[in-house]
């Protein structure tokens, strides 16, 4: 039996890019293949607008925009686990300024002036 099109096929892993993301008009089904596809992988493929950097003790963290024609901002913050050295991508609301909240927001406080981690693991 022959394989059907990528089009038919959206929520195989290895059959979803970046870009079909991007042309996804569903808002739902561009959730979905984003979630599958993964936020690391989405962002080698497609880009994204660095709206800040800064340092902690990871190393340098990223955090970067992806519009959408549609729908919210696609905003996350790129970091390096200090122990691991293991990038993670974290999604973040769009209306982020810059790490530092980004990071404050992450970890539970709504004002960005209280967050001061003594040590970060």
């Known amino acids: 039996m022959p394989k059907k099109p990528v089009k038919q096929r ?7 890019t970046g870009q079909d993301i991007l042309n996804t008009e569903n808002v739902e089904l561009r959730r979905v293949l ?16 660095i709206r800040d950097r800064d340092q902690d003790a990871g190393g340098e963290r990223q955090l970067i925009y992806i519009p959408f024609e549609d729908d919210e901002a696609l905003m996350v ?26 990071a404050a927001w992450i970890a539970g406080f709504d004002n960005p002036n209280d967050y001061h981690p003594v040590i970060e693991a």
């Open 77 to 102: 913050l790129k970091v390096i686990c200090p122990s691991t050295k293991h990038t993670h991508i974290l999604r973040v609301p769009p209306y982020m300024q810059n790490c530092h909240q980004a």
């Open 10 to 16: 959206p929520l195989e892993t290895q059959s979803i």
């Open 34 to 49: 984003l979630e599958r596809l993964g936020y690391e992988k989405f962002l080698q493929q497609v880009g994204g607008l």
